[in-house]
């Protein structure tokens, strides 16, 4: 077998998650031309996002499935297979159905990505190099979110047409192919971790169990505010576009300086003072108007910023024989419980509604009032989440994968 180039294998993979951030940042971009172009009403554009988030965790959890027989670089190729047949499909759509499916392909090459590329990164590393490069590879999400954000943003000003804001996508996802192409995948680094059956044995104990409902917890916490956050500031006298800047470029570098956060506090002591943190930026978000919107989103960036990749850490470090299945199943709850904790979100926006409009407020006070309302409710995730990691904090304080990760 050849010598790994762990150099290019992990570079290839933050290309690879940088095309996710690209297909998810650019398509937002572009929803009011694709609305305009082919006649499509809000709700037709909101079935169309959730093509991207069906995709995604389907392929996540077949990827872990077949992750071992299959193979990471024959996981990859389909995501790049996926991936180019999703913008070339979405550039030549012609209506409604066509963008429902390039859709559902880039969700789908998306997931395949996290599926191969989390678990191969964690056999190339361990220990405490493990999470920071778990983090620094899930630091090109937010920041490719900023950055496709902003390009698309610039593009649309200067009236560049949607269609070469996809070719944009292609960028990427060139240069991961070129970066696998010709390279050998390491081998799983625990015994056993190959065995599906191994696998599902490690996924019924009770840590991986309780993990599973931490990560869903996690998610929404992340996920859920980040949905209503603009909604609610821009009837707040903040800007949302600079919020949005400064979430995703702390909980970038955030996750770039992970190394050393993790070593000093351990992956338990990062999830509960995240989740303190996230608690203190969501109420802020709920109360504060105008300028202080801003240093609540800075608190609530560096509180979600390492939820993700020390999870998926936490899966790889503390229950090694779920293997790769274990880390697509963590990965594909947390993008499930966002899909299902949506409609519930909107139901709560509705209801306050209805009831300050009963109060006599309309307009911005009236999107203002309901939606910090909505986010108070919100503040009951990271709240849980808290008992929950205080909970693992004592659990996991004398475990074994706790003390080989303090001596790496």
């Known amino acids: 077998m ?27 971009g572009i929803l009011p031309q694709l609305g305009q172009e082919f006649g499509l009403s809000a709700e037709q554009l909101g079935f169309i996002n959730s093509m991207w988030f069906l995709g995604m965790p389907i392929s996540m959890i077949i990827g872990g499935l077949v992750y071992h027989s299959f193979g990471p670089k024959n996981i990859m190729t389909v995501a790049f297979i996926a991936h180019t047949l999703g913008i070339v499909l979405t550039i030549y759509a012609s209506g409604y159905t066509g963008l429902l499916v390039s859709t559902l392909f880039i969700g789908f090459g998306n997931g395949c990505t996290e599926a191969a590329c989390n678990p191969m990164i964690a056999d190339m590393y361990s220990g405490n190099k493990m999470n920071k490069m778990l983090n620094r590879f899930h630091m090109w999400f937010p920041g490719g979110i900023l950055l496709g954000s902003l390009i698309s943003f610039v593009m649309t000003d200067f009236g560049i047409s949607w269609e070469n804001q996809m070719w944009l996508i292609m960028v990427p996802t060139v240069i991961y192919a070129v970066l696998f192409f010709g390279k050998s995948f390491p081998e799983p680094k625990v015994e056993g971790a190959n065995s599906l059956l191994e696998n599902f044995k490690a996924m019924i104990s009770p840590l991986y169990l309780f993990l599973f409902v931490c990560m869903s917890l996690t998610a929404i ?23 949005l800047a400064l979430t995703t470029g702390l909980m970038a570098v955030g996750r770039y300086f992970a190394g050393p956060v993790v070593a000093n506090f351990g992956q338990t002591g990062v999830l509960l003072i995240s989740a303190l943190l996230a608690t203190i930026g969501i109420y802020m978000f709920s109360t504060v108007t105008g300028q202080m919107a801003y ?29 790769a299945l274990g880390m697509s199943v963590i990965g594909g709850v947390g993008m499930f419980s966002t899909a299902i904790f949506q409609p519930i979100i909107g139901g709560w926006i509705d209801s306050s509604t209805a009831e300050n409009m009963s109060q006599g407020l309309s307009g911005e006070a009236l999107e203002l009032a309901a939606g910090q309302d ?12 808290i008992l929950l990691f205080t909970i693992l904090f004592f659990w996991q304080r004398n475990s074994t994968s706790t003390k080989e990760m303090l001596e790496q």
């Open 2 to 28: 050849k010598e790994l180039n762990k150099s290019a294998l992990f570079n290839g993979s933050c290309f690879a998650i940088l095309t996710t951030a690209f297909s998810f940042s650019i398509r937002a």
């Open 221 to 243: 916490s992340e996920f859920g505010p980040n949905q209503w956050v603009s909604v609610v500031l821009s009837s707040s006298g903040a800007e949302p576009m600079i919020i």
């Open 295 to 323: 240093l609540a989103a800075v608190i609530f960036a560096i509180g979600i910023c390492y939820f993700w990749p020390v999870m998926v850490g936490a899966v790889a470090q503390r229950v090694p024989l779920s293997s």
């Open 374 to 385: 909505t986010l108070q409710k919100m503040v009951i995730f990271p709240v849980i989440l």
